[in-house]
């Protein structure tokens, strides 16, 4: 009888040990593909149509089509404010991006991977703090509550919190505390909001676990890390300086804020008052119509855990426990000062979900050894799954629709715009649509709706006046109404839409946001027959380019004198 020697008995434990790591990191891969291919198959027909984009990302990625064609929205009002509001890192993405796809194209396939990558790292997270079968269990439950993809819209800078956040969460629990300046670095570069997070829950998590806290100030790659995360923040520094417009003028005080009726009874957004603690928790704790069920869920199925696992509970719940108090902690203090440390909602659109599938994943994996029998075993988990399929039922078929922009409709308009008009031309458009040129012809635009914020002062008033110069151009009785304005910003069309002079659909549609929208509709009445206003008789007498309802008008002198000459 032969016996192996310690030489052979060594050689194949590394070969095990090589064929396992390997197993599991084709097992990682598949994880990440099948994301990505779940999230492509929800977006297919977005894939498609070139006019359609979220309405978020739509003031965001517009701009980006200068990068390389530096004649688009040269000293463009809008693109100026919001690049201010971009980020180096996603600035950096987009520039690469572009090269290959236009920035809608660009945003949608950095949604599919955003996807996969967070569901991926769910995995790696129950698998570190549990075992394989928690990281599965992890991995379903991100699936499972679909309510959160509206917070991964490729384009936004805050699309990229919830990997962030999940990779942090996953260093914590792996304990590689030298790792996170770096990942702060990196954060930093793309979605700040997500760093403030981290800082904040680092010091909660030291008092779960101090020992190993102390590695974030240990060894060289911690030290090379906080150095990373310096230069990061002089880069975003050095950028926003750059970058930040000298229009925008002071942000606007809390006690300004609530005096002013844009804040309390709508405006572009309902801001004041802030929302409560608890009701933002009921909208982001898993589901947005029945949003108790997946919250009381995971709370309860820990108490069983509790009572079994004792201080081992404490040590594994630590990373959640610090995210998610961290997160509560900043929303409260952004009420407090208001829009100096962003808006409140921020802080709670993503931790809800990430402790969420955790504690629950958790409270699942642990109770489970202790029934007896297998297919009770099987019972529970399907009765879990079951619970999250009917608590999510319906919110798949929404993924990525609620506020979708699609402007597919006049995608014949757009291909004029980008075509028969020059690049730097300035349009005159209703403030909705306004958005729908930049997007799509890459033209600037006078007034827009989406980065219409009223969190600046000088920005604000001069929002303000836009509106009412543009309105009173579609209002005007003559020519010389018009040709002081066209002037002053240097128009060169006006598109016309004949709904602005119905005052059924103009209520319907709202012609700009709390409280211009009700200024505007006590200025202009419409209590004058259509052919009393200048645009109308402008656009039947001018060659113009029609497209549906809407109609391209030249605004230069020839076209107005055609009228004045009548």
Not at 402 to 413: I, R, T, V, W
């Amino acid at each position: 009888m032969s016996t192996a020697s310690p030489q052979e008995i060594s050689s194949d434990l590394v070969t095990i040990t090589f064929s396992r790591r390997r197993a599991e990191l084709v097992l990682q891969l598949l994880v990440f593909i099948g994301g990505v291919l779940l999230c492509a198959h929800y977006l297919r027909h977005e894939f498609d149509n070139p006019y359609s984009i979220a309405g978020d990302v739509a003031q965001h990625s517009y701009w980006m089509v200068k990068y390389h064609d530096g004649a688009l929205f040269r000293n463009e009002f809008y693109s100026t404010y919001a690049r201010s509001l971009s980020t180096p890192g996603l600035e950096a993405i987009y520039w690469v991006g572009t090269l290959a796809a236009s920035p809608q194209r660009v945003g949608k396939t950095l949604s599919v991977i955003i996807f996969g990558l967070t569901g991926w790292l769910f995995y790696l997270i129950g698998k570190a703090i549990h075992n394989h079968a928690t990281g599965f269990l992890m991995l379903y439950l991100w699936l499972g509550f679909p309510n959160h993809t509206d917070e991964i819209d490729g384009g936004l800078h805050r699309s990229f919190a919830f990997p962030l956040l999940a990779l942090f969460v996953y260093l914590l629990a792996k304990r590689r505390m030298g790792w996170i300046p770096w990942l702060m670095a990196v954060g930093l570069l793309i979605y700040p909001p997500a760093v403030l997070m981290m800082v904040a829950a680092l010091p909660i998590f030291a008092l779960f676990d101090w020992k190993h806290t102390r590695g974030l100030f240990r060894g060289s790659r911690a030290l090379s890390g906080w150095c990373a995360v310096i230069a990061a923040a002089l880069v975003v520094y050095t950028m926003r300086q750059l970058f930040k417009p000298d229009f925008l003028g002071p942000m606007m005080t809390g006690q300004e804020m609530a005096e002013d009726p844009r804040f309390t009874i709508g405006g572009r957004s309902p801001y004041l008052p802030f929302e409560t603690l608890w009701n933002t928790l009921r909208v982001y704790a898993f589901n947005s119509n029945e949003p108790m069920i997946g919250f009381c869920a995971w709370i309860l199925l820990l108490v069983p855990i509790r009572l079994l696992q004792g201080r081992r509970l404490l040590r594994e719940i630590a990373p959640f426990l610090a995210l998610g108090l961290a997160s509560i902690a900043l929303f409260e203090l952004a009420k407090a000062i208001h829009f100096r440390l962003y808006i409140p909602r921020r802080y709670l659109q993503f931790s809800p979900v990430i402790v969420g599938a955790a504690m629950l994943a958790l409270a699942a994996a642990a109770v489970l050894p202790f029934l007896r029998w297998k297919w009770l075993q099987a019972v529970l988990v399907l009765a879990v799954i079951g619970l999250i399929m009917k608590d999510s039922q319906g919110d798949y078929q929404r993924f990525f629709k609620d506020g979708k922009y699609d402007q597919k409709g006049a995608s014949g308009l757009f291909r004029h715009l980008r075509k028969e008009t020059p690049k730097d031309a300035l349009i005159a458009a209703s403030p909705k649509f306004s958005d729908a040129i930049s997007v799509f012809a890459s033209r600037a635009t006078l007034l827009k709706y989406e980065l219409s914020h009223p969190w600046y002062k000088n920005y604000r008033a001069e929002i303000e006046q836009r509106a009412r110069d543009y309105y009173a151009l579609v209002y005007a009785h003559t020519a010389d109404d018009i040709r002081p304005i066209r002037d002053k910003y240097g128009i060169d069309y006006f598109i016309l839409d004949p709904a602005q002079y119905d005052k059924k659909k103009r209520h319907e549609a709202r012609l700009f946001y709390e409280p211009l929208n009700s200024e505007l509709l006590r200025r202009y009445p419409l209590d004058r027959p259509e052919s009393d206003y200048f645009m109308e008789r402008l656009a039947a007498k001018a060659d113009g380019f029609q497209w549906d309802r809407f109609e391209v008008i030249p605004l230069d002198e020839k076209t107005l004198s055609s009228v004045d000459a009548e």
